[in-house]
């Protein structure tokens, strides 16, 4: 009677542990995998600036933070609006980012891209242009409620958005630098 209590409760272990070895975890097949598809993001407003190193942290990152909600790479896989999920994953990161460190605004204004549209002069050393990108991020804070609502506004293109953050960004380097950019008007006298 023992013997054979035993062997069930031996054949339910096996069972058991060969349900759990179909689930399979994350290895680093999938997780390279997830960083190519993570490539298809790289138009995005923020990402597209990134360097190539970066976008390899930027997505780490991203693939990390699924991995940690989604321990089962099969649940993952199998999960309906998967893409959608990613996508939620991506702008959470991005998020994240521009919530850390002011300075990442940089990758959505690059410098060369101002200086070129006329709002920051040339040659500003490193911490001249972090005095302007920090600048650049308070008055996003005080103008969007949070970081999420100013990513949306980018996304989304609207012109009283795209005015607004034009504006901020005069200003900031006006107060900084002295820089003011010079509209010539003509007056047509009839």
């Known amino acids: 009677m023992k013997k054979s209590i035993l062997t069930v409760v031996a054949m339910a272990a096996i069972m ?3 349900g759990c070895a179909k689930e399979k975890k994350w290895g680093e097949a999938e997780r390279n995998k997830l960083r190519e598809e ?3 993001y790289r138009d995005m407003v923020y990402l597209d600036n990134l360097a190539e190193a970066e976008f390899d942290v930027f997505s780490g990152d ?5 991995e940690i909600d989604y321990p089962v790479y099969t649940t993952f896989v199998e999960l309906p609006g998967r893409g959608d999920t990613v996508e939620v994953y991506v702008v959470s990161t991005i998020v994240e980012e521009l919530n850390a460190d002011p300075h990442n605004l940089r990758n959505i204004f690059p410098y060369p891209q101002l200086v ?4 920051l002069p040339a040659g500003l050393n490193h911490q001249a242009q972090r005095a302007f990108y920090d600048c650049l991020s308070h ?3 005080r103008t969007y409620r949070t ?6 506004a980018l996304v989304n293109d609207k012109p009283a958005d795209s005015n607004k953050i034009y504006n901020m960004q005069t200003q900031c380097a006006s107060d900084l630098f002295d820089w003011g950019i010079e509209v010539e ?3 047509i006298v009839e």
């Open 185 to 187: 008007e003509t007056i």
């Open 147 to 152: 970081t999420a609502a100013f990513f949306d």
């Open 16 to 18: 058991v542990m060969g």
């Open 62 to 66: 991203v693939v990390e933070a699924i």
């Open 38 to 40: 993570l490539r298809a």
């Open 116 to 119: 070129a549209d006329g709002i």
């Open 139 to 141: 008055k996003i804070k």
